[in-house]
């Protein structure tokens, strides 16, 4: 009778985190009520900030392509597409889905109350500027909210961890994800592609964890994912390449036993090569077990997976790019990374530097914990020289060979990136300039590095195929498609939320994001400055 009873437990624990995301805090429901608060804070900002110092159909630059491409969508022209836009039409489809059903609905409610005459109601826009910005402002930032939330939920908390101290931590971390300050300030009020692209691979990260979900909208998650920016189709490969990780792991014990990605590598050959090699009836049912669960776990983002490439093969000529091409094409750029990393340390640097303060404040003994000399001799001791002056020399080579620029880098200074540039890496500037900052790239890379050995190795794995993938192919520099490698980094970099400190260090990080979204904004707001890139005297601002 043992075995029934074990089954009824093993599925009630199965059943246990879809709990989890109705749970209250202090009478709050942790989940919901700060995405509600955060879209309806946003939809404020853009009603009543942002909005009136724009008219009212003033694009912000690439709005100039994605508005009209909206409303065609909405009048159900599918057929009509501007040759200029790169991405594929998922934020097209989700503005007509949700906007025009919407505003017909609430039109018709306030026709009934005799609020609107129907010569009114027959004259309104669904699909108007500030209506389509409302679906960023309103959708994106709450969802993406939710998702980071469920995703910390569904990979570290479990019933031991529950504390009141840890889900205050996972509310504090998700909504700093969630106002970004690369994506949320200004984009996440204007009608960009950047907001919804990010939220939308945690929804389907998120749904991609659980156990609990349809396998259906798995794979609607993964293509509206997909469908919102083509390079998302590498996050679904970076989940396919640890799921079969696990499963080798499960069918193959010795795998797990390895304490490194390149003995992680070695022991999966091996182990494959007797299979293959070897009569052996045991290992061939080992063999069959391993793709039968490969295919069973990945089968969702497989579907996704192969339905794209058949897109790209099939109907746009090879190219991942729908539109704008020349503008577009794909080259190798491994100083990405290297950008990519100055990137983590800054954005990390709130988190990093308050959760070692509240370790020393904590501690009895400062010097064991904050002492310079001795941390750079632990260094110093635990990293090969060889290691250290092999990177650096990697580094420099790629900075001598490898800084490159972008024509719409050199030309759009309306972006911070083209100040950046000029400052440091431009033709007129000394040459040294260049190389000052490889020991940042180089202590960049060892903290991730370091920061991800919590993790498992089949995600440093998959992280590190993944990444370099999603940047080195990118020829622009472009700090917005640096977010979703860094905020991958970040959720499965926060494993310690049962301490006080770290929920400070979380709360101070998110003080430090919203101060950042206020200078961005005001900035962005009230410093415009004449274009110069034409001759119509009209005014541009800082993003």
Known sequence: MAAPVATK??????????????????????SILP?????????????????????????????????PQAQHYCRAAFHKWDPKITTLPGLYLLSSTVLVPFMKIYDTIL????????????GNDPCSL??????NAVGA???????????????FLNENKKTKIAKWSCVFLALSVATFPVIYAPYSMLYYTDAWATASIFLWYSSHLSNETNFLVKII????????????????????????CHCAEQCFPTIKNSVSIFSYIQATIIEFYHCCSIKNKHKSKKLIEFFQKCLRVTCP???????????VVLLNNGDIVVGDRRAHVPRFHPMQLCYFVVFVLAFSLPWLLSQAYFKILTSNYVSKHFNLANAFREIHNNTSKVLVVTLLIIISGLVYFNTIAHPYLLADNRHYTFYVWRLLFSPGKPVFLRYLPVPFYACGLWLVNRTLMQSSIAYRLAYWIVTPLVLCAQFLLEPRYFVVPYLMYRLHSN????????????????????????VIMRVFLYSPFVSSMDNTGRLDRFT
């Not at 437990?9 to 429901?29: D, H, M, V, W």
């Not at 946003?42 to 724009?54: A, E, H, N, S």
């Open 495 to 518: 494993k310690q939320f049962t301490n006080s400190h770290t929920f400070k260090a979380a709360f101070i990080e998110f003080i430090a994001y919203q101060v950042f979204n206020f």
């Open 221 to 244: 998650f993964g293509g509206f994912s997909v469908l919102c920016r083509q390079t998302n189709i590498a996050w679904l490969v970076f989940a396919s390449i640890i799921d079969v």
């Open 141 to 155: 930032p709450a969802c993406l909210y939710y998702a980071f939330y469920r995703c910390q939920l569904l990979i």
């Open 301 to 311: 983002n497989v579907i996704v997976i192969l339905s794209f490439f058949s897109f």
């Open 111 to 122: 026709s009934l109350f005799g609020v609107l005459d129907h010569d009114v109601l027959r």
């Open 35 to 67: 995405a509600v608060v955060l879209s309806t804070v946003t939809w404020y900002l853009l009603r009543y900030v942002v909005q009136p110092l724009f008219g009212p159909d003033e694009y912000y630059i690439d709005e100039e392509f994605h508005v």
């Open 9 to 30: 437990e093993a599925r009630r624990s199965r059943k246990k985190p879809l709990a989890q995301y109705s749970e209250t805090i202090c009478g709050l429901n942790a």
């Open 130 to 135: 500030v209506a389509l910005r409302a679906v």
